[in-house]
């Protein structure tokens, strides 16, 4: 009998706690399954026609993974809190260069300004809540892990699905704008021009090598490019300051110059835009592996970044659009860029600063790919992807994810631009429609499973506790689902539904004919399937060898 890394092992393994578990399976193949006695959720044992050994619950069968499937799929710790923060900050920095600015045009900038403050609340409350269940599940999995351990298999997988989509997808935008200004910059100096599916691929082909390069250089290169965007940001507040460009008049350019000038409708419009400020920073959970004490790091790091994200958001939605004016910024899909042409007109500085500007959109594609890759890898190793997407390689990252993830975003870049001749700028909006759609739909299953897992697992061990409890984490989803509501009255949105709804449709029915049959006792599926009591601390506890036993058969 084959195990899942293909190699040959039979026999009995036991674990800390003295259960006997088997330890044979083929995952290579969907048809071939252990055979035997298949224990219930219930307790009970049945008779599996094909003879052989299995354990199944709630629909999906678990198999033990075989002598070195963890080690060819090993993390490597490198980060603390400051490392963290930086990787956090880094992966959203984009927000405040591009996407957000959206917005102005569906509400105009007061309705922009009230949107904000109600995402801002939204993601600090969140931020919170996934900090609690991050420290009490220091796994790379995030969303899955939370959701797998409130919800079962099925939660888990539909929460992870999303928030591949979001990640994947995200880095997709983020390469599209990193593009776009970069042939800005070059078309400014040199007057050439590039097609934008070649600059995608020019960056995804620098940052997959990066992040291949293992975590300490992910982490490394993160606060440098971290602290470079923060200086971007500070020197155009100080130019906008003092340049004499800015004024208050700019800010009511929209509309008739009112503060809703588009009203309360304009104000549910722009939410999905305000959202690019923040969309990022819940990823540090995937991060948890990597961390040297993500129980204390990963809400340190998580609440520094989220509060460093408030104050840029703030500042960039005032500072920019005064220079520009609202109605000239709502459209850009360069806005930073466009505020030092404003402040240097007829100048090449405005095109040499905004060299330093790209570095913004830079750090969040480099910061996004890290979570797009780590996503696949959790949910690989735990057996709900194809379990090569979890190989990691002598240098401990997962670089078949890098690749695969890739691989996706720039096919879609070159579908929308090439065989469809969308441009730059609608290429961006529609995919960021679609990253935000899988984002919102993660946010919700993640402030369900932090109630239901306060309420399934009191007895599980919290290092750190949210100081807004299940009230937080309420008003954090309800805000969530009121944005998954409005997204279909949107006609931008409308359009990408049945894009989301692919991407639904071919992972469900993946995860049904073949993926629930092949689950892996990750970290992830031993804490859930032990009630919180086992799986907390695999590098102590060991990998996939724990007491299966479900909560419900304790």
């Excluded at 004499?244 to 939410?271: E, I, Q, R, Y």
């Excluded at 949107?490 to 629930?516: E, H, M, Q, T, W």
Aim: hydrophobic share 50%; proline share 5%.
């Amino acid at each position: 009998m084959q195990t899942l890394d293909g190699c040959e092992a039979t026999g009995l393994a036991s674990g800390p706690f003295g259960i006997v578990v088997h330890q044979t399976v083929r995952a290579s193949a969907p048809h071939d399954r252990p055979q035997g006695p298949v224990r219930r959720e219930d307790g009970s044992v049945s008779q599996n026609p094909s003879g052989g050994s299995a354990r199944r619950t709630s629909g999906v069968t678990y198999a033990e993974a075989a002598d070195g499937y963890f080690e060819k799929r090993g993390l490597t710790r490198h980060a603390g809190a400051w490392s963290l923060w930086a990787l956090g900050v880094a992966a959203v920095i984009s927000g405040d260069f591009s996407g957000w600015n959206f917005g102005i045009g569906e509400a105009g900038w007061g309705g922009m300004l009230v949107a904000t403050v109600v995402i801002g609340l939204m993601y600090l409350l969140m931020v919170y809540s996934i900090a609690e269940m991050s420290a009490a599940m220091p796994h790379t999995g995030g969303a899955y892990s939370f959701a797998r351990s409130a919800m079962g298999p099925w939660g888990g997988f539909v929460t992870g699905l999303a928030e591949s989509i979001e990640y994947v997808i995200t880095t997709a935008v983020v390469g599209t704008f990193c593009g776009t200004y970069a042939d800005g910059i070059v078309e400014d100096l040199t007057g050439a021009s590039l097609p934008l599916p070649l600059w995608v691929l020019i960056f995804y082909g620098i940052f997959v090598g990066l992040n291949s390069a293992g975590a300490e250089a992910s982490f490394k290169f993160a606060v440098v490019i971290a602290v470079i965007s923060l200086g971007v940001l500070a020197l155009f507040s100080v130019l906008a300051l003092t340049s004499g460009k800015f004024s208050w008049d700019n800010l009511w350019t929209v509309g008739d110059g009112s503060f809703l000038p588009l009203g309360v409708g304009g104000v549910l419009a722009a939410l999905p835009f305000a959202i690019w400020f923040f969309l990022g920073i819940e990823e540090l959970p995937l991060a948890a592996e990597e961390t040297h004490t993500p129980q204390r790091d990963i809400p340190r790091g998580s609440l520094m970044g989220m509060f460093t994200l408030l104050a840029t958001a703030f500042v960039v939605l005032v500072l920019n659009p005064g220079v520009l004016g609202a109605e000239e910024i709502s459209d850009s899909g360069e806005p930073i860029l466009d505020g030092f042409r404003a402040i240097f007109p007829d100048s090449n500085i405005a095109a040499l600063l905004s060299l330093f500007a790209l570095a913004g959109l830079v750090a969040s594609f480099q910061g996004i790919m890290f979570a797009a890759g780590r996503n696949l890898y959790s949910l690989s190793r735990a057996g709900y992807y194809p379990q090569v997407l979890s190989l990691t390689g002598s240098r401990k990252v997962p670089y078949v994810a890098l690749l695969a993830s890739a691989g996706i975003g720039l096919l879609l870049i070159i579908g929308l631009s090439v065989v469809l001749g969308e441009d730059a700028a609608d290429v961006a909006t529609q995919l960021l429609n679609i990253a935000v759609f899988g984002a919102v739909i993660s946010y919700l299953l993640q402030m369900v499973a932090f109630v239901m897992l306060r309420r399934k697992f009191p007895s599980a061990e919290r290092p750190y506790r949210s100081p807004v409890g299940i009230g937080g984490a309420v008003v954090a989803g309800v805000i969530s689902a009121g944005t998954l509501v409005i997204l279909p009255f949107n006609p931008d949105y409308r359009s990408v539904i049945f894009g989301v709804a692919i991407f639904f449709a071919i992972g469900l029915a993946y995860f049904a004919v073949r993926g629930r049959h092949h689950l892996v006792y990750s970290p992830e599926e031993e804490y859930a399937m032990s009630g919180g009591l086992h799986g907390a601390h695999p590098e102590s506890e060991g990998y996939g060898t724990g007491d299966h036993a479900t909560a419900d058969e304790r």
